[in-house]
C-alpha cells in the first residue's frame, strides 16, 4: 500500500467522521447514539423513506429530499446522531430557534427545514401509547418530550417559544429491547400523548445523559387525527429495484480505484454496528454488474487509543471478497473476519481509519451489519 494512498484514505475516514457526529473539544466520548422511533423523528422516517433494495438512501419523500439535498446522505447514514456532546442539559439560549431539530449539530441543519411534507406519524390526542427510541449505544440519562402550542405553523422553523412550556412525558433510565446497535434495538416506555390537541403539531424530545455532557434531540412530525401510529410520506425508496446498469469506469482488478466513484451509483451504507468504545460502518462506493467496490470505516469512540481492532461480518446473499487492502481476512463460508494492517492498527479516541476491497456478487447485494471490537 502507497502511502499517499493510505493518508489519503485516513483523510478521507476522518471527514466523513466530522460529518456523522459532532466531535468538539470535550474529552467524554461520543458513544451514545439514538433518536425516537415512535413516533419517528425526521431522520428516522426520511432514513426509512430513501432505502432501497441494495442499501443505497434515494429520499422519495420531498422534505428528505430537501434535508439531504443540504446536509448530504451521512445524515441519513447516521440518522440517530443528533447529537451535541457539549449540550449538558442546556436548552434555550445553547440551541438557537430555527435550529431545534438539528439541535445546532451543522451535519443536520437541513431537519431544521420549514416544509408540511415531512413524513406523518397519526395520532389520537389523550391516548395512552408506547414511545420507543433507539439504543445504538444504552447509557443513563432522562428523555423530554414536548408538544408544539397550537399557534405554531409548520411553515416556519420551530422556535423554543413554540413549545408547551412544560414536558408532557418524561422518563429516567427506561428499560429497552432488543440488541444495542442495530435497527430493532430501542428503549421503551407508555407514555400518555396531550389532550385537547389537534392537527399538525411536533412532538420535540430531549434525551439527556446523566453520565456524561452529551444530549441527543429530535423533531418528530404528527397530525391528532384520531391515528394509532400509522405512517404516511414515506415513498416508495424501500422498494425502487436495483439498477443493473454498469458504472462509466471499469472497476480495477489487481489495485483499489483511484477515482471518484460515478456520480450515477451513489454511495451504500448499513448503519454502524459497535461493541463497546468500537463502532464500523460499511459502505458500497461502486457497484457493477457481479461486483463491487466496498469499505469499512472503523471508528474509536472510546476514552484511550486502539492499538488494533477486528471487524466480522456475516454476508446475506452469498458475495464473496476478491481484493482488500488496508487489513487482511480469513473467510468461513458467509463469515468474514478482518483484522488491522501492521500500520493502522493504532486509532486514537474520536479518530478513526478505513478499509477497502472488492467484491463478486450476484443477484440482489444485500448489506451485512458489521460489528467491530478493539483487539
Given at each position: ?111 431544521d ?9 397519526h395520532?389520537?390526542a ?46 429516567t ?24 390537541k ?69 454511495p ?17 462506493n ?30 446475506p ?59
Open positions: 500500500m502507497h502511502r499517499p494512498r493510505l493518508a489519503a484514505l485516513l483523510t478521507a475516514a476522518l471527514t466523513l467522521v466530522a460529518g456523522a457526529v459532532a466531535l468538539t473539544a470535550n474529552p467524554d466520548p461520543a458513544a451514545a447514539h439514538g433518536a425516537a422511533m415512535t413516533p419517528g423523528a425526521r431522520t428516522f422516517l426520511c432514513w426509512k423513506d430513501g432505502l432501497s433494495p441494495t442499501g443505497e438512501i434515494r429520499p422519495q419523500n420531498p422534505a428528505c429530499a430537501a434535508a439531504v439535498a443540504q446536509s448530504g446522505t451521512n445524515s441519513l447514514y447516521n440518522w440517530f446522531s443528533v447529537l451535541r456532546s457539549d449540550a449538558g442539559g442546556r436548552t434555550t439560549g445553547f440551541i438557537p430557534d430555527g435550529q431545534l431539530c438539528s439541535g445546532g449539530a451543522t451535519g443536520f441543519r437541513g431537519y427545514l420549514a416544509r408540511n411534507d415531512w413524513p406523518l406519524t395520532l389520537t389523550g391516548r395512552t401509547m408506547e414511545f420507543r427510541y433507539s439504543n445504538w449505544a444504552h447509557h443513563p440519562g432522562t428523555w423530554y418530550f414536548y408538544v408544539t402550542r397550537d399557534s405554531w405553523s409548520p411553515t416556519r422553523a420551530l422556535a423554543w417559544s413554540d413549545l408547551e412550556a412544560q414536558p408532557f412525558l418524561t422518563v433510565n427506561p428499560p429497552q429491547r432488543g440488541a444495542v446497535g442495530t435497527n430493532d434495538g430501542h428503549y421503551y416506555f407508555n407514555g400518555t400523548l396531550p389532550s385537547n389537534s392537527g399538525r403539531h411536533i412532538i420535540y424530545s430531549r434525551w439527556v445523559r446523566s453520565d456524561s455532557q452529551e444530549n441527543f434531540f429530535g423533531c418528530s412530525d404528527v397530525t391528532f387525527d384520531g391515528g394509532n401510529g400509522e405512517v404516511t410520506g414515506i415513498g416508495s425508496g424501500n422498494t425502487t429495484p436495483p439498477t443493473t446498469t454498469p458504472p462509466t469506469t471499469t472497476p480495477p482488478t489487481t489495485t483499489p480505484p483511484t477515482t471518484t466513484p460515478p456520480t450515477t451509483t451513489p451504500t451504507t448499513t448503519p454502524p454496528g459497535n461493541s463497546g468504545d468500537c463502532m464500523a460502518v460499511y459502505r458500497i461502486n457497484a457493477w454488474s457481479g461486483g463491487f467496490q466496498g469499505e469499512v470505516e472503523i471508528m474509536n469512540h472510546g476514552s484511550t487509543p486502539f492499538n488494533g481492532w477486528t471487524a466480522s461480518w456475516t454476508w446473499n452469498g458475495q464473496q471478497i476478491s481484493q482488500i487492502w488496508n487489513a487482511t481476512q480469513t473467510t468461513s463460508g458467509s463469515s468474514v473476519t478482518v483484522t488491522n494492517a501492521s500500520y493502522n492498527g493504532t486509532v486514537g479516541v474520536e479518530a478513526s481509519t478505513t478499509f477497502g476491497f472488492l467484491a463478486s456478487t450476484t443477484g440482489t447485494n444485500g448489506l451485512p451489519t458489521v460489528s467491530c471490537a478493539r483487539r
